[in-house]
Structure formats: C-alpha cells, structure tokens
C-alpha cells in the first residue's frame, strides 16, 4: 500500500513558476511509477506527465518544455516543476504511483492517487 501526499500548489500569475511535491510512504517507492494528472472545471482529467523507476518520462504536449518531473527516491518524494504557467493550466493537480510502468505511457490507470492540490494561474 502507498499513500500520497500533494503539496505546494497555490494561485501564481501567468507567466510564473510552480513546484509540486509529491511525498510517499511505503519502501516500495523507488519500485514504481510516478504521474501527475490534472483535472479542471467541466473537463476530463489529463496526464500530465509520468516517469518509470529507472526515470524514463512522458509528457502531455501541452505542457513539453515547460514542466519537469522528477524524483527524488531517498525521499521518496516526486516533483512537478511548472515554469511559464498559463491560466489554461488552472486545474486541480493530482499525484498518482503505480508499480506497472505502463502507466506512464497513459495506457493504465494508476492504483494509487492523492488527494489532490489546487493550481490557480491567473491572466
């Protein structure tokens, strides 16, 4: 079993930067998949970007060049970096792990998700 825990969103203007923490409890951490997914009013939730174990990435085309995920897994902790935000990135952020690197391609749901943290950008 994994828990997540999302911080560090908040309302930014445009054109500002953004980190997302991920923080995960269980061992298995440096084992599995990691996503960020987003999900704003009245629209379908979206892959944002994922990365596998052995740090292999995959992001959405509207965010290439402009966001970074990474992890860190002595902390157990993965990151969002949004840089250049726009306000059509305005969306609740979601944190999500899976030990099925399939997951990163967008092909699976992932099993394990947080609660969820807010960005606001603002024109």
């Known amino acids: 079993q994994v828990q997540l825990v999302e911080s560090g969103g908040g309302l930014v203007q445009a054109g500002g930067s953004l980190r997302l923490s991920c923080a995960a409890s269980?061992?298995?951490?440096?084992?599995?998949?990691v996503a960020w997914y987003r999900q704003a009013p009245g629209k379908q939730r979206e892959l944002v970007a994922a990365?596998?174990?052995?740090?292999?990435?995959n992001y959405a085309d509207s965010v290439k060049g402009r966001f970074t995920i990474s992890r860190d897994n002595a902390k157990r902790t993965g990151y969002l970096q949004m840089n250049s935000l726009k306000p059509e990135d305005t969306a609740v952020y979601y944190c999500?792990?899976?030990?099925?690197?399939?997951?990163?391609?967008?092909?699976?749901?992932?099993?394990?998700w947080g609660q969820g943290t807010q960005v606001t950008v603002s024109s």
């Open positions: 990365i596998t174990s052995g740090g292999i990435t």
């Open positions: 269980g061992s298995i951490f440096r084992n599995i998949a």
């Open positions: 999500a792990a899976d030990p099925r690197e399939s997951v990163v391609a967008g092909t699976r749901t992932p099993i394990y």
